[in-house]
């Protein structure tokens, strides 16, 4: 009877050991998967904002002065209305500027170092609006490969300790009974 139950008890470790290898591999793949629709939603962003300028840019042109002085003319008008809209868009500048500096780090970064840079540089509404909408899937670039790989090793290194941490203790107790 002992026998065949360390059968089944082998045969189960086994499927366990395969499935959370698996399930490691595929969930770090998800990393490189989400990062590709945060960056993608962050170029859609930035392009909108761009978008948005060049508006105002051209009410600027339109009147005959520099898009500064567009600017410039808002925040000091003696209307709280134009001070406001003046506000709107040095923030939307400024709003450009990170968002340019965080889509270029992104894009610069490497595999390794992607995530470090992303908790650094993030939008976090925009990182939410990501993960809200996220599409899992299995990406097939050499990053995705790399992720997978470690998420396979991570998994199985972890049920592995896992097992010997629960095998050593019952070795303990067995050995007290």
């Given at each position: 009877?002992?026998?065949?139950?360390?059968?089944?008890?082998?045969?189960?470790?086994?499927?366990?050991?395969?499935?959370?290898?698996?399930?490691?591999?595929?969930?770090?793949?998800?990393?490189?998967?989400?990062?590709?629709?945060?960056?993608?939603?962050?170029?859609?962003?930035?392009?909108?904002?761009?978008?948005?300028?060049?508006?105002?840019?051209?009410?600027?042109e339109s009147l005959g002065i520099s898009f500064e002085?567009?600017?410039?003319?808002?925040?000091?008008?003696?209307?709280?209305?134009?001070?406001?809209?003046?506000?709107?868009?040095?923030?939307?500048?400024?709003?450009?500027?990170?968002?340019?500096?965080?889509?270029?780090?992104?894009?610069?970064?490497?595999?390794?170092?992607?995530?470090?840079?992303?908790?650094?540089?993030?939008?976090?509404?925009?990182?939410?609006?990501?993960?809200?909408?996220?599409?899992?899937?299995?990406?097939?670039?050499?990053?995705?490969?790399?992720?997978?790989?470690?998420?396979?090793?991570?998994?199985w290194g972890l049920f592995s300790l896992f097992k010997t941490a629960f095998n050593t203790l019952?070795?303990?107790?067995?050995?007290?009974?």
């Amino acid at each position: 009877m002992q026998k065949i139950f360390e059968k089944i008890s082998a045969f189960f470790s086994g499927i366990a050991d395969r499935l959370i290898s698996i399930l490691g591999a595929v969930g770090m793949a998800q990393f490189p998967q989400f990062f590709s629709q945060y960056l993608q939603r962050l170029g859609g962003h930035l392009q909108e904002i761009r978008r948005a300028i060049n508006k105002y840019e051209q009410a600027a042109e339109s009147l005959g002065i520099s898009f500064e002085d567009y600017i410039r003319q808002h925040l000091t008008a003696e209307e709280r209305v134009f001070q406001t809209s003046g506000e709107v868009i040095a923030g939307l500048l400024n709003r450009l500027e990170n968002i340019e500096n965080s889509f270029y780090q992104l894009q610069q970064a490497g595999p390794f170092t992607r995530w470090i840079i992303f908790f650094q540089e993030a939008d976090w509404e925009i990182a939410r609006q990501t993960l809200t909408f996220y599409t899992p899937g299995i990406p097939t670039s050499m990053e995705g490969i790399i992720y997978a790989f470690t998420g396979l090793l991570l998994g199985w290194g972890l049920f592995s300790l896992f097992k010997t941490a629960f095998n050593t203790l019952d070795n303990k107790i067995r050995k007290k009974g």
